[in-house]
């Protein structure tokens, strides 16, 4: 198999950084750091799987204020690579490929992913989210 | 000199026959993940900080359960599809890549058996 001369992804550091590519390799940076987050994710619920006390020990972590910092960061990145994950599949679609267009839905991903965080983090800390 | 036949040289290095499967894994997962990763969100704001009891009545509704458990599958499946293009993607020497991407599905199978297991644990003995 000639699989020396396949094509390489493009290197960053011999680019400029545009919104495009910051948004881009935001979308990367997300998704690798969500499945860092998966791992978290698996450690609370196989504690809850053990019973109450790992799972209040758990919970003690999650709470603490390194455990709610992690989750800050992964609120963030969870609303930011859904709503590029979506962008992405706009343009699977054919749909939004003009300069105009990606800059500004760039821009809107990166306005609602803060703006979500943030209602997200006043509703959990003001005590006034219920099931 | 290019020992090749024309159509080879013309092929190029071709398909490497399994990339449209996982491209489309990578989008079916995404667009069930979209929806429920809002509906976990929205949830565990409900069990943030939460006894066993408040999160077991919570984790103990079919519907809860059911929904749970797809997020998890969309979750470990849509998150092993993606590690894999980023190490194929940095990951040079081709043992050292293979092994990685072998470590990151198995390694998300378990994980996912694991969770699931747990789920079904807090809702059947509630
Ligand atoms: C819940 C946890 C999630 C995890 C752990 C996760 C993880 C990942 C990872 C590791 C990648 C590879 C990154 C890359 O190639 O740049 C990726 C790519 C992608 N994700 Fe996710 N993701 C999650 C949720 C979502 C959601 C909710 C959506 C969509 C609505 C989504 C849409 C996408 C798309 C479209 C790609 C491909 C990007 C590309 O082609 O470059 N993801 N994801």
Redesign the interface.
């Known amino acids: ?3 020396s ?2 094509p390489l ?1 493009p290197h960053l550091q011999v680019y400029r950084p545009q919104i495009t590519s910051v948004v881009s390799i935001i979308h ?1 940076i997300c ?2 750091s ?2 860092f987050g ?2 978290l ?2 450690y609370w ?2 504690s ?5 006390a790992a ?2 020990r758990a ?1 003690a972590v ?2 603490s204020w390194l455990g709610q910092l992690i989750m800050f960061g992964f ?1 963030f990145a ?1 609303y930011y690579h ?1 709503a590029n ?2 962008r ?2 706009a343009w ?1 679609l054919g749909l939004g490929f003009e300069m105009t267009a990606v800059n500004k839905t760039g821009m809107m991903v990166v306005a609602f992913s803060l703006i979500m965080t943030g209602l ?1 983090w006043y ?2 800390l003001s005590g006034s ?3 | 000199m290019d020992m090749r036949s024309h159509l080879g040289r013309a092929r ?2 071709g398909s490497t026959d399994n990339g449209v499967e996982h491209w489309i894994s990578e ?1 079916f997962s ?2 069930a ?2 929806p429920l ?2 509906w976990f ?1 929205y ?1 565990a ?9 408040t ?2 009545a ?2 103990s509704q079919p519907g809860n359960v059911i929904l749970m458990i797809l997020f998890l599958l969309a ?2 499946q849509h ?1 092993q599809l ?2 894999t293009v ?1 190490f194929e ?2 990951i040079q020497p081709v043992w050292l890549k293979n092994i990685s991407v072998a470590i990151v599905k198995y390694t ?1 199978l378990l ?1 996912c058996v ?2 699931i ?3 079904l ?2 809702a059947f003995t509630a």
Not at chain 1, 48 to 52: E, F, M, T, V
Request: charged share 10%; hydrophobic share 50%; aromatic share 14%.
């Open positions: 198999m000639a699989s001369n396949r992804s990367r998704g690798v969500l499945m998966t791992v994710f698996t619920l196989t809850a799987g053990y019973g109450p799972f209040e919970q999650m709470g609120t969870l859904t994950g979506l992405h599949m699977d997200t509703v959990a989210g219920g099931l | 190029g290095p989008r995404a667009i993940l979209a990763s809002l969100i949830s704001l409900g069990f943030a900080g939460a006894d066993y009891a999160f077991q919570w984790q979750m470990f998150g993606g590690l980023v993607d940095y998300a994980f694991a969770c297991f747990s789920v644990r807090v």
